[in-house]
């Protein structure tokens, strides 16, 4: 049996990378803006369109994840192994913070008694019973996810980055938008 090998990813893997990429960076600015208002009502719907974000975020994730183990990935570049594997052992994580973050937000969020009304209309279930020790725990444990994707996100581009303008290995092209 031969394995297929495709040069770029899926429309659909490259529709939902674009997508999660705005949704994560729009909701992670959102989360350092509203941190520091004072409690207001704007304060309050930032918060919910926060939570809003994340829980989208959470379902895309889903099925982003999904999408990348059904379809073929473009073979890996020609580059040393410690890349590669730097390059696996980052989307892992990136995998895995895009839903650690909004589930550990989610179950804060729980915690603290304010529960989740995504778009303002359809009440999901709490994630954990109200408790305020946990939740006092698990706040900053969501902040710190958040900032660790964040910083994953920045040594991703980086390394598309040094693939672009460095390599010029054509990298970028397998995720770009429209037909290769």
């Known amino acids: 049996m ?3 090998t495709v040069s770029r990813y899926s429309t659909p893997a490259v529709a939902l990378h674009w997508l999660l990429a705005l949704l994560i960076t729009g909701t992670f600015a959102l989360g350092l803006y509203m941190a520091d208002l004072p409690v207001s009502p704007t304060r309050l719907k930032l918060y919910s369109w926060h939570k809003w974000a994340g829980v989208v975020v959470l379902a895309l994730s889903a099925v982003r994840l999904l999408v990348r183990l059904r379809s073929a990935r473009p073979h890996d570049m020609h580059m040393p192994a410690w890349q590669r594997a730097a ?3 980052t989307h892992h994580a990136l995998y895995l913070l895009f839903f650690a973050v909004p589930l550990v937000g989610w179950a804060y ?4 008694g304010f529960p989740v009304v ?3 209309v359809l009440p999901l279930p709490d994630f954990v019973p109200v408790d305020k020790a946990l ?6 444990w969501h902040k710190g996810l ?4 964040g910083a994953l996100v920045l040594l991703h581009l980086a390394a598309v980055l040094k693939h672009q303008l460095i390599d010029r290995d054509g990298l970028l092209a397998r995720m770009s ?4």
Do not use: M
């Open 118 to 120: 995504l778009f303002g």
């Open 87 to 89: 390059a696996h052992g």
């Open 2 to 4: 031969t394995k297929l």
């Open 177 to 180: 938008l429209g037909r290769a």
């Open 135 to 140: 939740a006092a725990l698990l706040k900053p």
């Open 109 to 112: 969020s729980s915690a603290a």
């Open 146 to 149: 958040a900032f660790a994707l």
